[in-house]
């Protein structure tokens, strides 16, 4: 199973809402990662969580809080979010590695509009 | 930080050949490059290591000039199935915990 799964697909939420994206592999992989996608420009990297631990924060705005339940499981947790932060919300995860990311396999996403 | 890709958007007929390059600004450790086609997650294409290794796909091919900071994506007999948007991505030297996608080049192959 080389596959990563992002449910849900589409999440339209108010800007008081607390709701939750999540994201799973079963290919062994101990390096999991969530991306933010703006439209028309590049994936940016969000978080890197490594065998479990949160290893990267982008400086992104406590607003977004990670989770890693498992080697398989990764969540972000989303809550009083901005209209700013609509955009598409990629989890990828590959083989960990001491220094060079290794290949990422990349979910569907999860396309998030905040009203 | 991010890379800078070159050119913005290319437009081919099948069969023709194209080259995207990546620039970066820091001393590289790897450069890896994925495919995004519309509405679907990049897809894995290459990784170019300082030294010369490449781990990848048989038929692209890519060069990695470490003393430039620059990466080429070469896209030869160009098929439909190639349009799409082509990241690089990069791994610095000295900071082996930042990776950062490049700008984009967006691939267009006609019939």
């Known amino acids: 199973d080389t596959e990563v799964t992002q449910t849900p697909k589409h999440l339209v939420m108010g800007m008081t809402n607390k709701k939750s994206l999540k994201c799973e592999q079963h290919?062994?992989?101990?390096?999991m990662y969530w991306y933010k996608q703006k439209a028309k420009k590049p994936p940016e990297l969000m978080f890197v969580?490594?065998?479990?631990?949160?290893?990267i924060n982008e400086s992104v705005p406590s607003r977004f809080s990670p989770e890693c339940p498992n080697s398989s499981l990764l969540n972000l947790h989303l809550h009083a979010l901005q209209p700013e932060d609509s955009a598409l919300y990629l989890c990828a995860s590959s083989q960990a590695g001491t220094s060079d990311y290794n290949e990422q396999f990349f979910g569907p996403g999860t396309r998030l509009t905040v009203l | 930080q991010q890379p800078v890709q070159s050119p913005q958007a290319v437009i081919l007929r099948e069969g023709e050949d194209a080259v995207i390059n990546c620039s970066s600004s820091k001393a590289l450790y790897s450069v890896h490059w994925y495919r995004q086609k519309h509405g679907e997650a990049p897809v894995f294409l290459m990784i170019l290591l300082k030294g010369g290794e490449q781990r990848g796909h048989e038929k692209i091919s890519a060069s990695f000039n470490e003393k430039k900071q620059q990466s080429s994506l070469y896209l030869t007999a160009s098929q439909l199935s190639y349009s799409g948007t082509y990241f690089c991505g990069t791994v610095g030297r000295d900071n082996f915990n930042k990776f950062y996608f490049g700008s984009g080049t967006k691939l267009n192959v006609k019939p």
């Open positions: 290919m062994g992989h101990r390096a």
């Open positions: 969580y490594s065998y479990e631990k949160l290893s």
